[in-house]
């Protein structure tokens, strides 16, 4: 093991405002001089932070702290502020994900493997690598350049971790897993675990309700066999896999998901599921068995899909969306069960007016009840 730190864009350390602004590719104007050593609000910067006022009301806060240099958009008025020197970008907040990547300092794990990892001698590590503590690296999988597995990482037989990947403390990486160049994986994060899928001798009470809407005594789950998985998962270039989240293998062919998806943290991913690229999945969503989630698909948090089910590309579900029917492409949908959004905001307008409506009723059915009785 070597005693080179493993370092990644951005290591944390101060740099000028000329610096700062040339590395995220920003406008500055003002004194390029100035050292800056990390982020925070208007209210809380302090002389050498970079304060991040990007609109209006936050801009109008910089008073309250001491901030001398600000992130601002373009066109702001950055002497009128009382500011020393500013940077400016067009979608100011688009320009944090460069920002904080700089300010972010990386797990600092030497590059090599840490004596207390337990690496199986037929596994295959690239030299620039780095293993922390406590991590065990299965027969065979594979450990691409510049990857780091922070401490206590698992990966499975046949596994591979791609180049530039960062796997955090406690992630599961099953058998036979692959991830792509530069994903992140978070804190006790698994994938490829085994599906949770089990059939019953007979036809079982699921698929009963499921073709009648109604459960017979034929249809009891008398027994449960379970179906195993000999797919596995596979993750493609730029993922990030949330804390805590799950992602189950496939049955005969991998669970899928695209380059450049986001999934945050506690979300259930089922068995033979594929997502599309840059889509992104909020906490605690779950996605059901062989379903397919399209390409830039956003699913607000606690939002279920059920199985079987497609989701079009470009679809935005809102929060605790309940998804049972396949959704057209590019529509936002709303409620359990999901409706696309004008149908939704009717039926929760329908709602609001059943007070009103029940008492119109009320009133309708006694002054019927007093004509009848004048008569």
């Known amino acids: 093991m070597t005693s080179a730190p493993y370092v990644a864009a951005g290591d944390g350390v101060a740099c000028t405002v000329a610096q700062l602004a040339a590395e995220c590719g920003l406008r500055f104007e003002g004194d390029g001089a100035i050292a800056l ?14 304060a991040v006022a990007g609109d209006a009301a936050h801009a109008a806060q910089l008073g309250e702290g001491a901030a001398r240099v600000a992130l601002l958009a373009e066109g702001a008025d950055w002497r009128a502020l009382g500011l020393e020197a500013a940077l400016f970008a067009a979608r100011p907040r688009h320009a944090m994900a460069a920002l904080t990547r700089r300010f972010d300092p990386p797990p600092r794990v030497a590059i090599g493997a840490h004596p207390s990892s337990v ?11 780095a293993i922390g ?11 691409g350049a510049g990857a780091v597995l922070v401490a206590q990482v698992f990966v499975g037989a046949g596994a591979a971790v791609g180049p530039g990947c960062l796997i955090h403390p406690g992630a599961r990486l099953c058998h036979g897993v692959r991830v792509g160049a530069r994903c992140v994986i978070h804190a006790n994060a698994v994938v490829g675990g085994d599906g949770f899928s089990f059939v019953t001798e007979r036809r079982g009470a699921a698929e009963a309700a499921k073709a009648e809407g109604r459960v017979d005594l034929d249809a009891r789950n008398m027994s449960l066999s379970r179906i195993h998985s000999l797919g596995a998962v596979t993750l493609g270039d730029d993922v990030e896999i949330g804390a805590g989240t799950t992602i189950d293998r496939g049955t005969l062919a991998d669970t899928t998901v695209a380059d450049g998806a986001k999934i945050d943290n506690l979300v259930q991913v089922g068995h033979n599921v594929s997502i599309g690229e840059n889509a992104m999945l909020c906490a605690q969503t779950g996605v059901a068995g062989s379903s397919r989630i399209g390409a830039r698909v956003v699913l607000g948090g606690q939002s279920g899909v059920a199985d079987h089910v497609t989701v079009g590309e470009d679809v935005v579900a809102a929060a605790r969306a309940g998804i049972g029917a396949d959704a057209r492409p ?12 004008s149908e939704a905001l009717g ?4 709602t609001r007016r059943l007070p009103r409506l029940i008492e119109a009723v009320r009133l309708l059915k006694k002054r019927l009840s007093e004509l009848e009785r004048s008569r």
């Open 119 to 129: 690496i199986d001698p037929t596994a295959e590590i690239d030299p620039t690598a």
């Open 37 to 50: 050593r990390g982020m925070a609000t208007p209210c809380d910067a302090v002389a050498d932070m970079l």
């Open 133 to 143: 503590p406590l991590c065990v690296v299965s027969e065979g999988a594979r450990i």
């Open 347 to 350: 039926v929760v307008l329908a």
């Open 330 to 341: 590019r529509t936002v949908l709303m409620g359990a069960p999901a409706l696309e959004r």
